[in-house]
């Protein structure tokens, strides 16, 4: 009997690829990793420029890794997900494709009223679109910020980019607004989750923060156990 999952990641850049293995590894799950683009502003490039040329590339790579024979695959990037037709390319897939969306489409029946962080407007318009064709009613304040993105690259310290980005002021928008949850909607920003969570309760704010990793890990968990509980074998069955 199979019990150990390899799965495919694929990501915009090398360094949200490092998060996805780390992510991958919490599961105790194999990963075959695959970056997109060598930065940030050249994955940005072609998530505004280029996105028929991304979303064919991003399919030759699911196909290539279904062909080594994982057992499912994960588009670990938000603006990714939202740049290409995932729907489509999970129908030319045989193995079960995890994106962003898929937490998405699961937080928009707890919550009413999100803030979302994004790295680009790409990603801030995928996390609206998925959330309100669940929950037409919801409502957003939103906030994109690259340069976060950047410095999370550059390795510097999450409360250093909390300050010098004014994500502290953010989440004071994020309390007079009366949101219901923060939710980071970018991979790299699950590096910021404990910090933000520490500043929002030294702040004395009550909304909830949610990240991709997070709830992503939960989505996979529990269908891997549901297969496991409904076929004593792995891997796991979803769309």
């Not at 399919?59 to 489509?88: H, P, T």
């Not at 309100?132 to 009613?137: A, E, K, L, T, Y």
Request: aromatic share 8%.
């Amino acid at each position: 009997m199979k019990t150990l999952l390899t799965a495919g990641l694929i990501a915009g850049t090398p360094v949200d690829t490092a998060f996805g293995a780390s992510f991958l590894a919490t599961m105790n799950i194999q990963g075959r990793m695959v970056a997109l683009s060598p930065s940030p502003e050249a994955q940005n490039y072609l998530q505004v420029h280029r996105r028929d040329q991304l979303e064919t590339v991003c399919l030759s790579k699911c196909l290539e890794l279904q062909a080594e024979g994982v057992d499912f695959i994960v588009i670990f990037c938000n603006s990714l997900s939202s740049a290409v037709d995932v729907a489509k390319i999970s129908q030319k897939l045989k193995v079960p494709l995890f994106t962003p969306f898929d937490f998405y489409r699961q937080i928009a029946q707890t919550f009413s009223k999100f803030a979302v962080l994004a790295a680009n407007s790409t990603g801030l318009s995928g996390v609206e679109r998925i959330i309100s064709s669940s929950q037409p009613d919801a409502k957003f304040i939103s906030y994109a910020n690259l340069n976060i993105v950047q410095s999370i690259e550059e390795k510097e310290l999450p409360d250093q980019i909390i300050k010098a980005h004014g994500l502290a002021d953010f989440l004071h928008i994020c309390h007079k607004s009366e949101v219901d949850v923060l939710l980071l909607g970018c991979t790299h920003y699950s590096y910021l989750f404990d910090a933000l969570n520490r500043a929002k309760e030294e702040l004395g704010y009550s909304f909830a923060i949610r990240d991709i990793d997070h709830g992503l890990k939960e989505i996979i968990e529990r269908c891997a156990r549901q297969n496991f509980q409904s076929t004593g074998s792995l891997p796991v069955p979803i769309r």
